[in-house]
């Protein structure tokens, strides 16, 4: 049982890579935007090497459905279409979000140090603050 797992994940790794791709390609331009270059590629590869084969075991788990996309007409649109199960989505999407605090754990932070607020200015959204309120607050925190 063990074997024939191992086997059909091995088999499933491929096709679940080229799965995880678009979720890859979201968390690398989310990497782009806060760590430049190399956040793209941390981000972006962190959620493709957890994400394929987390969407592999799925598929051996519960696999989707192949099959052709006929129209009305009975003409073939698609052949041998792969429509991936529930799970895969769920374990998919589940995995992308998961990515994301797992490589700033591996990277020690290094990207999630710029998104971080300034804990020493005072921002409040529509809300202008008299100058001696402002230096009152910020007396209190030092």
Do not use: C, H, W
């Amino acid at each position: 049982m063990k074997q024939q797992f191992l086997q059909k994940f091995v088999e499933n790794l491929k096709p679940s890579a080229r799965f995880a791709l678009p979720g890859a390609g979201i968390n690398a331009l989310l990497g782009f935007a806060s760590g430049g270059p190399l956040g793209a590629l941390a981000y972006g590869g962190g959620d493709l090497l957890l994400n394929a084969p987390a969407i592999a075991a799925a598929r051996v788990v519960k696999p989707g459905v192949t099959g052709d996309i006929i129209n009305k007409a009975g003409k073939v649109i698609q052949k041998d279409y792969y429509s991936p199960s529930g799970l895969e989505n769920i374990v998919n999407v589940g995995a992308s979000f998961a990515s994301y605090p797992l490589v700033d754990l591996a990277t020690g932070g290094r990207f999630y140090k710029d998104r971080t607020a300034n804990q020493n200015q005072y921002f409040y959204p529509g809300i202008n603050l008299p100058p001696e309120v402002l230096k009152q607050l910020q007396q209190e925190n030092a």
